[in-house]
């Protein structure tokens, strides 16, 4: 890869040059992505590498190294602000909970459906894309694709559903049912394995329908689970 090399809609994958990278080369150029890809150490070495749309970290090493690694490209300055997908084999809820709560936009264990990979990265570039995001939005707001199941206050059970962004005081989640401002839910956090069983809080602030029928709602973290959030998701503070 040479700096300046792609269009700045490129997915970037990043990693030794190994079988598991150029497998998730093939995998985003198949679900129609431009990619391009290199080491850590080449991206280090490009100060003028033209910013990615979104970065894929595959890593094959313990969470210290991962984390380091992550924690170098976060720091790399054209980097700023581009969302990063990390790629392990490690599934324990540690590593998940330590790439979330550090800013990774998804943790995907391998081996990983080819699907769920092409799905996160059009998701993630549907998200970068979307005409509701302003550039002030865009700073107080990140990418975060996690799984959820959505208590509806006065419904029977929870139904499944899915973060797609966070901030401070909030995030705004996709669900199947209905929902209406001003309603009360409670979101139960799920990790590679499963549910953690951890709950937060919020109110629905407002609520519209997707073309495919999906209902994509804003909710705000109430009580304690602003600060809880916080802690898990690894937010800052900004408005939903």
Not at 64 to 90: C, K, Q, T, W
Not at 115 to 136: F, P, Q
Not at 164 to 172: E, H, I, T
């Amino acid at each position: 890869m040479s700096e300046g090399s792609a269009g700045a809609r490129y997915t970037l994958v990043v990693g030794p040059d190994s079988p598991d990278r150029a497998w998730l080369e093939s995998v985003l150029m198949r679900g129609g992505l431009e990619v391009a890809a290199c080491t850590e150490a080449e991206l280090l070495a490009m100060p003028d590498v033209v910013p990615p749309q979104i970065v894929f970290l595959d890593d094959s090493h313990g969470r210290e190294e991962r984390m380091a690694s992550f924690a170098n490209l976060l720091a790399h300055g054209p980097l700023a602000g581009v969302p990063v997908v990390i790629l392990a084999y490690d599934a324990d809820i540690d590593s998940f909970s330590a790439a979330v709560t550090r800013g990774a936009a998804a943790y995907l264990v391998k081996p990983v459906a080819e699907e769920e990979v092409v799905a996160v990265a059009h998701k993630i570039s549907g998200w970068l894309r979307s005409s509701d995001r302003t550039e002030r939005r865009r700073r107080v707001r990140r990418p975060l694709l996690m799984r959820v199941d959505v208590q509806i206050d006065g419904r029977p059970g929870p139904v499944p559903g899915q973060i797609v962004d966070v901030s401070g005081s909030g995030c705004r989640i996709e669900v199947k049912e209905p929902l209406g401002p001003g309603q009360t839910v409670r979101l139960t956090l799920y990790g590679v394995e499963g549910s953690t069983v951890l709950a937060l809080a919020a109110e629905v602030r407002w609520q519209r329908a997707a073309p495919d029928g999906t209902q994509v709602a804003g909710v705000r973290f109430t009580g304690t689970a602003a600060v809880l959030a916080g802690r898990l998701l690894g937010t800052l503070s900004g408005r939903t």
